[in-house]
């Protein structure tokens, strides 16, 4: 089996992979807050779809269909749409999630001396979301049209 056909295979797994996994994030514990004594306050074990309101499910469920269109049919809009989706994740593990993962955005402040720290439901998102922007882009990249080569055009010699 040639080392395209591997990685051709490889970037399918990681597409349904991808999405299973941000699905599940949702439904894990994002971060905790605690106290500088190590103790979780209350109500400072947030699930994922607390955090952010099931936008992962979402996106998860969304690359399903254009994971199945980018290998059964291969899709390049479907490539493109997956690819698309595992950078909104990013974003919003990223840009929301993370924050409030590490204290600045979340209980802490209500709290003296708590911090935030993120818990498996963050890097299961995180993992997921670059599943996927991988598994669209390499695609793309595998699947690109051959470019014809052009021959090098000769200066005319001669007056």
Do not use: C
């Amino acid at each position: 089996m040639p080392w395209s056909d591997v990685l051709m295979l490889a970037l399918v797994g990681a597409g349904f992979l991808g999405a299973v996994l941000l699905v599940l994030s949702d439904f894990l514990t994002l971060f905790e807050v605690q106290t500088a004594a190590g103790v979780t306050v209350p109500d400072g074990s947030i699930k994922g779809h607390e955090n952010h309101s099931f936008a992962m499910v979402l996106l998860g469920v969304a690359a399903l269909p254009m994971a199945y269109g980018a290998t059964a049919g291969g899709s390049r809009p479907a490539m493109t749409g997956l690819a698309a989706l595992g950078l909104i994740a990013i974003v919003v593990a990223l840009a929301f999630d993370l924050p409030d993962a590490t204290g600045t955005n979340t209980l802490a402040r209500t709290f003296e001396s708590a911090t935030g720290h993120p818990k498996l439901g963050f890097y299961v998102e995180t993992l997921g979301a670059v599943l996927l922007l991988v598994s669209g882009a390499g695609r793309l990249i595998l699947t690109a049209p051959a470019r014809e080569r052009r021959p090098r055009e000769r200066p005319a010699i001669g007056p």
